[in-house]
């Protein structure tokens, strides 16, 4: 099975920063990648499919890259209100695996 | 609106067992695959299985092949999660999830509450 590991598993920034998460696969799953939010005692919200394409909805300082093996999920300025943990899952066929996740503080 | 609405979940003795159910709405049920995601207290999301929008066809974790079993009633759109032989690592809420179009299970663009399973004597 694919194994999907993201990185870091935690990390903490200022307001305004420029906060990248990396979700890596262990074998090659074109853009079939997806990323979620989960604040603290909420269910997941779907930020963005396809690798790169933004969830309707979505604040335009979330975007997404990649593809094959190697993704990136950026927040261009980081906000108060975006302390959660962030996690993403490759889909196309199954198991439908999750990274481990990244939990976004601010400083 | 799409609304999904888990129950089932409680406390269970190990080695016991437990029906999940999801009540969905606010969409054409038989044509979308269904998911469940769980979530154990303070870990990650784990997928653990997935049917077909006719419940022909049913997709398991490696984890939980042999314990879990998929169905779904199309004619109550409900889809619901059979859990055997329980043990402590199953503790955990249970999310039921639905991709965001007709196909094979995929990513999920909605979520219910999840309903939480302990597992403890």
């Known amino acids: 099975d694919i194994q999907m590991t993201q990185s870091p598993s935690s990390l903490s920034a200022s307001v305004g920063d420029r906060v990248t998460i990396t979700c890596r696969a262990s074998q090659g799953i074109s853009n079939y990648l997806a990323w979620y939010q989960q604040k603290p005692g909420k269910v997941p919200k779907l930020l963005i499919y396809s690798a790169s394409t933004l969830q309707s909805g979505v604040p335009s300082r979330f975007s997404g890259s990649g593809s094959g093996t190697d993704f990136t999920l950026t927040i261009s300025s980081l906000q108060p209100e975006d302390v959660a943990t962030y996690y993403c899952q490759r889909y196309g066929s199954v198991p439908l695996t999750f990274g481990g996740g990244t939990k976004v503080e601010i400083q | ?121």
């Open chain 2, 1 to 121: 609106e799409v609304q999904l609405l888990e129950s089932g979940g409680g406390l269970v003795q190990p080695g016991g067992s437990l029906r999940l159910s999801c009540a969905a709405s606010g969409f054409t049920f038989s044509n979308f695959a269904m998911n469940w995601v769980r979530q154990a207290p303070g870990k990650g999301l784990e997928w653990v299985s997935g049917i077909s929008g006719s419940g022909g066809s049913t997709y398991y974790a490696d984890s939980v092949k042999g314990r879990f079993t998929i169905s779904r009633d199309n004619s109550k759109n409900t889809v619901f999660l059979q859990i055997y032989s329980l043990g402590a690592e199953d503790t955990a809420v249970y999310y039921c999830a639905k991709p965001p179009h007709p196909g094979p299970p995929h990513y999920s663009d909605s979520w219910g509450q999840g309903t939480l399973v302990t597992v403890s004597s």
